[in-house]
């Protein structure tokens, strides 16, 4: 069971102060009205509003010291002015004011601060008229109610600490303390409820930035602000606030990765798509459009590689050559439609393809090679060369079989060509060399190159006579100077050392020189008679002829 106690001022009292003080049990509710006669009335009631049909306000008749059995034969009736409503009626039997109609002090008075009924009470016989008033008092009966069920803001996520978000003051129909008296807010991360007590007294909430917000983070915020009146049992209203935060250009775009790694064979088609880079931006709209662009890159690799600026796909518009260069950096940056950017580096490891073959280069030779060179006799100097790296640019050297010569590897990359036997320069005076060189890539690249080797002459070669011995046979009496016959030797060797000179080997004939007798041309061989013979004084005559030849070194 609840108590209530109703308590009212009295105003300055005219005649009396008397005091009448009576009480009722209703609905299970024990309370006290207070009474007092007034100024403006010969009486007043003081109660509270909305107390049911039929309770008892106070006994009018006694307060006024009426007759309580004449009420009836004196007609006692309670007048209202006007239209108005009647609030009370009368007991006849018991002189009683009892309530007649609900009594809602906020339909009769609003937010007046005092709520007061004028009413009169006539008799007859004689007629009389007691005007008296009723005073309405305030009861907890209605809850602070906001205007809207949700208030929305849009508050950017740039908004800074301190910021202050006004809410609508929330209304109670009640007066006094039974109107709103506070403002709560739910427990949260970001907001703070300030009170502001306005000049008339009233009440209204503000929240206050207090953890700034980050709409990456949460672009949504609903909050409950409840408003209490100070009633007892106090009432409460509530109404959710419902923040939207908007985007602020606080993100910057961001590589999927620091840097990208990427292997890409040399002669690589054109479109080939070297790599896709991407960037996220946590921002909402234009804030977060990425667009990609390189950085400082040099003429020619811009002509190298294309960069789609939307999507981030870098494809291949040049040559790349191995050769030229094993590996590329691009810097590259993504920026955001308002131009917060971010680097990033692609690294591109170009890969050796086996394009090219090797190159044999001859950085000596001796030719001619004198036919009597040593076996192992070094006759040139070979090298080879190949731009690949790697096995691509491994090399292997061989020359054709057959021949009496081998490659012989020296220092890197060199060659010696030596001979591995004896040459002759009258059974073959010069040798086409094949050299071949291959590499080691798949598929292998392969060159070679002809040598062209002449074989010098020495003089290793004796003239040799067409035959052992010739006869001749001659007429005497011949004329001095005639040909005889002739003899011829010959000689495989070069020019001088096979030129064969033809001379008569000194002897005695009879006690006289031969060169008496006979003479050999040096050059043709024919041997002439240099006397006429006489059959009767030689019958034969024997000579011997030498050959020789022209060369500086006989051996
Ligand atoms: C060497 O090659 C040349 C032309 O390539 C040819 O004229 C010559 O007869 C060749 N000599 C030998 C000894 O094979
Ligand atoms: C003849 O042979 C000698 C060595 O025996 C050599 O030095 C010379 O150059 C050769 N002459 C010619 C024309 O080949």
Known sequence: MFVFLYWTLFLPVSKSSQRFCFSAEMSGLLFFVLMAHTAYGDVSYSF???????????NIAKDLGLDVNRLSSRKVRIHTEGNRKRYCDINLNTGELTVAERIDREGLCGKKDS????QELVLENPLQVHHFLLNIEDINDNSPQFKQSVIKFEIQESADKGSRYLLDEAHDADIGMNSVQSYALQNNEHF???VLTRANGRKNGELLLNKELNREQQKEISLIVTAVDGGTPPRSGTVVIH?????AN????VFSQDVYKVSLPENSPLDTVVVTVSATDADEGQNGEVTFEFGHLSEILLEIFSLDSVSGVIKLTGAIDYEEESSIELPIQAKDGQGLASYSTILIDIVDVNDNAPVIGINSLNTPVPENAFPGTEVGIINVQDRDSENNGQVRCSIQQNVPFKLVPSIKNYYSLVTTGELDRELLSDYNITITATDEGSPPLSSSKNIHLTVADVNDNPPVFQEQSYRAHVQENNKAGSSICSVSATDPDWRQNGTVVYSLLSSDVNGAPVSSFLSVNGDTGVVHAVRSFDYEQMKSLKVLVLARDNGSLLL
């Not at 709520?115 to 004028?118: F, N, Q, S, W």
């Not at 923040?243 to 985007?247: A, C, E, M, R």
């Open 48 to 58: 509270p509003e909305e107390m049911k049909r039929g309770s008892v306000i106070g």
């Open 243 to 247: 923040v939207t935060v908007l985007d």
């Open 115 to 118: 709520c007061v009924i004028k």
């Open 192 to 194: 703070v409820l300030n």
């Open 250 to 253: 606080d993100n910057a775009p």
